[in-house]
Nanobody, 130 residues
Framework: VQLQASGGGLVQAGGSLRLSCTASGLTFDYYTVGWFRQAPGKEREGVSC????????YYAVFVKGRFTVSGDNAKSTVYLQMNNLIREDTAVYYCAAYRDGDHCLRDLYIPEMAYGADYWGKGTQVTVSS
């Protein structure tokens, strides 16, 4: 199983990026995919989860309507559309896959009690300049 996050880059504040998480060796229908990020010197934090079986979406509070997660199970790809980016969004973004979707929600909302994902992808760097 492999997950690969892509689509990061350098963008000015207020700009947009769309990240992709593509999987090989697993079917997203049976997994929940989470997006996480880690900024230099900071703990990893959850950004979003999307359930593959029903498309339910969950977001961290700091997203505040700026990010949208979506999935294309036929392509085994999950997207994270990020709009109105701010400097604080600068981080390495990772995607992860969970067999148990509730574990993603735990990692997203209660990181101090995180379960951990079944699979992690390599991250993609997002840099927002002011």
């Amino acid at each position: 199983v492999q997950l690969q996050a892509s689509g990061g880059g350098l963008v000015q504040a207020g700009g947009s990026l769309r990240l992709s998480c593509t999987a090989s060796g697993l079917t997203f229908d049976y997994y929940t995919v989470g997006w996480f990020r880690q900024a230099p010197g900071k703990e990893r934090e959850g950004v979003s989860c999307i359930r593959g079986n029903n498309g339910s979406k969950y977001y961290a509070v700091f997203v505040k309507g700026r990010f949208t997660v979506s999935g294309d199970n036929a392509k085994s790809t999950v997207y994270l559309q990020m709009n109105n980016l701010i400097r604080e969004d600068t981080a390495v973004y990772y995607c992860a896959a969970y067999r148990d979707g509730d574990h993603c929600l735990r990692d997203l909302y209660i990181p101090e009690m995180a379960y951990g994902a079944d699979y992690w992808g390599k991250g993609t760097q997002v840099t927002v300049s002011s």
